[in-house]
Structure formats: C-alpha cells, structure tokens
C-alpha cells in the first residue's frame, strides 16, 4: 500500500495541464501581398468556386464531390473512424457474455449393483449463466479516453475536408487547363491557315518572278512546324479531357462528352483575411490540431495507467438435471470485486510513459511547423497571384498591339509595300504574345485556385464538432 501510495503520488501531478494545447507561435496581423481594397466577404471562400461566375466549373466541382472516386474513398474513411471511436469507448462500458448448455447422457446399470441406489438410465441437463466485468472509472479513464477517441475522429474528419477541398480545387484547374488548350489550338490552326496563306501567296509571287523561289520554302518550313504544334496540342487537350473526366468520376465516358466553352474568364478577388484565420479554417492546420490532442490523451492514458484498477464481477446462472428418478434444479448469483495493482509492470510502464511524452512532443512540433507552413504557403500564393494580375494586363496589351501590327503587315505584303521575312516577323510576333497571354491567364486562374486552397476554403467554415453527436 505504501507503494501504491507513492506511485499515485507521483503520477498525479503529471496529469496536469493535459487539456492545453502549446502555442502555435506568433503570426503576423496580415500578409504583406493580401489585396486590402478587397471586399469580397472572407465566407465566401467556404465554395470559392461559385466566385468565378462560371456554371460549367461549379457543375463539375459539385458533380466530382458527389460522386468521384477520391470523394467516396474520402467519405468512406470518415465512415471507418467514426466506428473506430465508438469501439474505442465501448471497452469502458461493462462487458460480459451469456452462456448457455444442454446435454443428454445414457447411463448403464453394471450387475451387481442396488437398484435403489442406480443412476442408470437417460439424464438430461441444461444450463445458463451471465458473467460480467465492469471496471470502475474512479479516475476518469474513460473522459480521457473519449477526448482522445474524439481527437482521432477529428483528424479524419479533418483529412477527408482536405481530401475534398484538394479534389475541387484540381477539378478547377483541370478546367482551366482544358479551356487554355483548347484556345491555344484555336490559335495553332489560324496560325496553320495564315501559314498556308502565306505560302500560296509566296508560291504565287515566285511563279510571277516577284520574290525568290526559296521564300516559298522558307513558309512551307514554318508550315510544317504550325501543323506539327497542331498535332501536338490536339493529344495534350484530349489528354487533359481525360484526366477532367477521371476527376469527376466520369473517367469512362468518350472526351467528346465532354463540351467546355473556350473562354477563360477573370480571376476573382480573393478575400482579405487575417493569418491566424488559418488555424480555423485550413484542414490540414485542424487536422494536425486534432492529432497534437489525440497523443495527448494517449498521453495521459499512458500516465493514468499506473494507477490501480478496481472491477466488479457480478455474475448470475441456472441448471437444471433430470435423469428417470430424480430431478433438481439451481440458480445462483455472486458479486464479487477485484483491484489490480501495476507492480512488476512499474519499469515498463514507466519507459512508456517516456515513449508517449516523445510523441506527444512530436506532435507538438508538427502542429507548429503546419502553422507555419500554412502561412508561408499562403503568403507566396498571394504574391504569386498578385504578379499575376500585373502580367496578364501586360501581355493582353502586348497582344492587341501584336495583332494590330500583324494585320497592318499583311496588307503591305500583299500589296508588295515589304518584304516577306518583314510579314513573317510580324506574324509570329502576334502569335507569341498570343500565346504568352493564354499562358499567364492560365497561371492566374490556377494560382487564384491555390490562393483560396492555401486560405482554407473549399469546406464550412464553423464545421460540426467531430464527436459531439457521433
């Protein structure tokens, strides 16, 4: 008893402070590229694809939710850790097993023997009884265990959000990959035409013995090449229609099944928001929350088990024997208790408790790094998107002056005003600074994508507690 005595007196005051998660560590008051005449409300972000104003990708990112494989997977998970808890706090509650018995026997008499006396002959027995053991909480195991099981939920619930919020956001930027294909295609066949354009025009003007035969070559160089880049971004849009309808759960279904609009859209704004917002709206930030309270319950548990165990047994049963003369029946109950002290197991559940304060302490630091990379991973996205923006104006502006140009070429060419290289060189001008800008409203779009997931959008921001009705 002194023993125990001493055991609890030291195991006590490891108990305090269980409850209290470490800091997070200091965060700044905002981002240093975050847009602050924003006025979009930070809510928004909860379904961030419905800022875009576009119904084929809020109808897509709804559909892949529903009914992708990556969302059935993710929700069948959460299915498994929430039966996962339930069993986990059922072993607190009494456990038992009702048994039962029935047998018949024939017996013979040997000669020789009282016939008064004889239990010869046929004797039927049946029988049942009920045992249970039921381990008295005295010092709160089982709220421990419940806020450890609930810990564990959290973080799969906390996975499966961010499981789903990683599915929209690559449903939209498949999207926008496929509509920036699809116009750069677009553009790889008028480029193919002006090519062809240009090469009849050349092929005319040498047969005229208006320019060098070798100009006509040179187009039909450029032609092959234009054809070449058709042929390529043909595969790459019908590969990346393939890989949209994976997404969806649709991976089955012919391309052609497939029908977007060619136009790209405008990134929206992207709502100011605080960086200590993160720690309540990013998934993987509450998931390594709820992970850091997991190992400190388990902690905990591991400290409590040096206490001593008290259990009832409580246990009740019936038989009954019949044979051809006599008969009886019993019943019967008991109640007895039971306490188990850990003395021989003292040294291992000591280096167990060391091990879980380890971990505990793991856990800890991998919450503080989640935090900071959470913001660090905020803070580039939004001065990625903010280069964006300023590189789309430029280019769309390069772009329209590039065409203006090129069409002005043209017309001199025809007219015989320049030379065919001078053609040329305005043409391909226009269509690299074409190019160039599908390109960069492409980055912006998907980098607007990433800026609402390093923000912690995609899923309710005020979710249900994880075990609070589970």
């Known amino acids: 008893m002194k023993r125990l005595v001493l055991m609890m007196a030291v195991a006590l005051p490891l108990l305090g402070g269980c409850a209290t998660l470490p800091a997070a560590g200091a965060l700044p008051a905002g981002y240093e590229s975050a847009d602050a005449s924003s006025a979009v409300d930070p809510t928004a972000i909860d379904a961030w694809w419905t800022l875009y104003g576009d119904a084929e990708l809020e109808g897509l990112v709804t559909q892949a939710l529903l009914s992708a494989p990556d969302a059935q997977l993710a929700q069948s998970r959460l299915v498994e850790a929430r039966a996962l808890r339930?069993?986990?706090?059922?072993?607190?509650?009494?456990?038992?097993?009702?048994?039962?018995?029935?047998?018949?026997?024939?017996?013979?008499?040997?000669?020789?023997?009282?016939?008064?006396?004889?239990?010869?002959?046929?004797?039927?027995?049946?029988?049942?009884?009920?045992?249970?053991?039921?381990?008295?909480?005295?010092?709160?195991?089982?709220?421990?265990?419940?806020?450890?099981?609930?810990?564990?939920?959290?973080?799969?619930?906390?996975?499966?959000?961010?499981a789903r919020a990683s599915l929209a956001a690559n449903v939209a930027q498949q999207v926008f990959q496929v509509r920036g294909l699809d116009i750069q295609l677009a553009d790889a066949d008028e480029t193919v035409r002006i090519q062809d354009a240009?090469?009849?025009?050349?092929?005319?003007?040498?047969?005229?013995?208006?320019?060098?035969?070798?100009?006509?070559?040179?187009?039909?160089?450029?032609?092959?090449?234009?054809?070449?880049?058709?042929?390529?971004?043909?595969?790459?849009?019908?590969?990346?229609?393939?890989?949209?309808?994976?997404?969806?759960?649709?991976?089955?279904?012919?391309t052609s099944s497939l029908v977007l609009t060619s136009a790209l859209g405008t990134v929206p704004e992207v709502p100011m928001?605080?960086?200590?917002?993160?720690?309540?709206?990013?998934?993987?930030?509450?998931?390594s929350e709820a992970r850091l309270r997991s190992a400190m319950g388990l902690r905990t548990l591991s400290r409590m088990a040096l206490f001593p165990t008290f259990t009832l047994l409580p246990g009740a049963g019936w038989s009954d024997?019949?044979?051809?003369?006599?008969?009886s029946t019993t019943s019967f109950w008991s109640l007895s208790a039971g306490m188990s002290v850990p003395i021989l197991d003292l040294p291992r559940l000591v280096q167990q408790i060391k091990v879980q304060n380890a971990r505990t302490k793991q856990a800890a630091i991998g919450y503080q790094k989640t935090v900071q990379t959470a913001f660090g991973e905020t803070e580039n996205t939004l001065a990625r998107l903010a280069a964006d923006r300023v590189r789309v104006r430029l280019l769309a502006a390069g772009e329209a002056?590039?065409?203006?140009?090129?069409?002005?070429?043209?017309?001199?060419?025809?007219?015989?005003?320049?030379?065919?290289?001078?053609?040329?060189?305005?043409?391909?001008?226009?269509?690299?600074?074409?190019?160039a800008m599908t390109?960069?409203?492409?980055?912006?779009?998907q980098r607007s994508v990433q800026a609402f997931k390093a923000l912690g959008g995609g899923w309710p921001s005020t979710p249900e507690t994880a075990g609070s009705s589970r």
């Open 273 to 287: 928001t605080v960086p200590s917002s993160l720690l309540q709206r990013r998934p993987d930030v509450r998931e």
């Open 198 to 254: 240009l090469y009849r025009m050349a092929v005319t003007k040498a047969e005229r013995g208006l320019v060098s035969s070798s100009d006509a070559e040179r187009v039909n160089a450029d032609l092959s090449q234009a054809k070449a880049e058709q042929a390529r971004l043909k595969a790459e849009l019908q590969a990346a229609k393939r890989s949209l309808l994976v997404l969806v759960g649709r991976g089955s279904e012919p």
């Open 86 to 162: 339930t069993a986990a706090l059922f072993s607190f509650n009494p456990q038992g097993n009702l048994r039962g018995q029935a047998g018949k026997s024939d017996t013979d008499q040997l000669s020789g023997g009282s016939p008064l006396l004889s239990t010869a002959g046929e004797t039927k027995t049946a029988g049942a009884s009920f045992d249970v053991s039921w381990e008295l909480d005295l010092f709160g195991r089982s709220l421990v265990a419940r806020g450890k099981a609930n810990g564990d939920l959290s973080a799969a619930r906390f996975e499966v959000e961010g």
């Open 401 to 435: 002056s590039g065409r203006t140009a090129y069409l002005a070429a043209e017309k001199k060419y025809a007219a015989g005003l320049i030379d065919l290289a001078t053609a040329m060189d305005a043409e391909r001008a226009w269509r690299g600074s074409r190019s």
């Open 321 to 327: 024997a019949q044979t051809a003369k006599y008969g």
């Open 439 to 445: 390109a960069a409203q492409v980055t912006a779009l």
